[in-house]
């Protein structure tokens, strides 16, 4: 199952409301993930079962979707959000991640 | 707390073979499946195989199927992957990761594989 982003990157505002889009090339239910990573960090989990939050991640961050298409939307971009996001799907082995999506200050 | 800690990594030549280990603590780590996920430097996540926690369901991703095996043992809380006939394109950061219905909920701080002459 491939998995793509959109966009690859983009430039916000602190305050800015972000959406990041993921597709996945055949219906995967709601067993999508949306991962944060920082430079030299491992991955952080930020969203499970497609909208499901991680114990610890701030309300800020909200995530959507079913079957093909999903979205991770950050309410309100904050210093600490600049990082890149990737998405997960874990509907059948081979698991796969999605190319990515950076997000840097404008 | 959740602890992962690998270790293996290293510079190694091409077409030889290397074991990676991780460690974990501060869960019943019999409890879970176990993943390896693997980041080339500047590059994207790729994950490279899971196993649940009786090693009775395995997974690889085609990119490593034939050349990799994971395992583990409970009894010293530990997963392995063994990296048999290393190329170029293998190297990379190597994490484990602790299962959470399928997706990675604590991970480790990685190790380093390089494959170079």
């Known amino acids: 199952i491939q998995l793509t982003q959109s966009p690859s990157s983009l430039s916000a505002s602190v305050g800015d409301r972000v959406t990041i889009t993921c597709r996945a090339s055949?219906?995967?239910?709601?067993?999508l993930a949306w991962f944060q990573q920082k430079p030299g960090k491992a991955p952080k989990l930020l969203i499970y079962?497609?909208?499901t939050l991680q114990s610890g991640v701030p309300s800020s961050f909200s995530g959507s979707g079913s079957g093909t298409d999903f979205t991770l939307t950050i309410s309100s971009l904050q210093p600490e959000d600049f990082a890149t996001y990737y998405c997960?799907?874990?509907?059948?082995?081979?698991?796969?991640f999605g190319p990515g999506t950076k997000v840097d200050i404008k | 707390e959740v602890l992962l800690v690998e270790s293996g990594g290293g510079l190694v030549q091409p077409g030889r073979s290397l074991r990676l280990s991780c460690v974990a603590s501060?869960?019943?780590?019999?409890?879970?499946?176990m993943h390896w996920v693997r980041q080339a430097p500047g590059k994207g996540l790729e994950w490279v195989s899971g196993?649940?926690?009786?090693?009775?369901?395995?997974g690889y991703a085609d990119s490593v199927k034939g050349r990799f095996t994971i395992s583990r043992d409970n009894a010293k809380n530990s997963l392995y992957l063994q990296i048999n006939s290393l190329r170029a394109e293998d190297t990379a950061f190597y994490y484990c990761?602790?299962?959470?219905?399928?997706?990675?909920?604590?991970w480790g701080q990685g190790t380093l594989v390089t494959v170079s002459s």
């Open positions: 990761a602790k299962d959470k219905a399928g997706t990675f909920d604590h």
């Open positions: 501060g869960f019943s780590f019999d409890d879970y499946a």
């Open positions: 196993i649940n926690w009786n090693s009775r369901g395995i």
């Open positions: 055949q219906g995967i239910d709601n067993y």
């Open positions: 079962a497609a909208s």
């Open positions: 997960q799907q874990y509907n059948s082995y081979p698991f796969t």
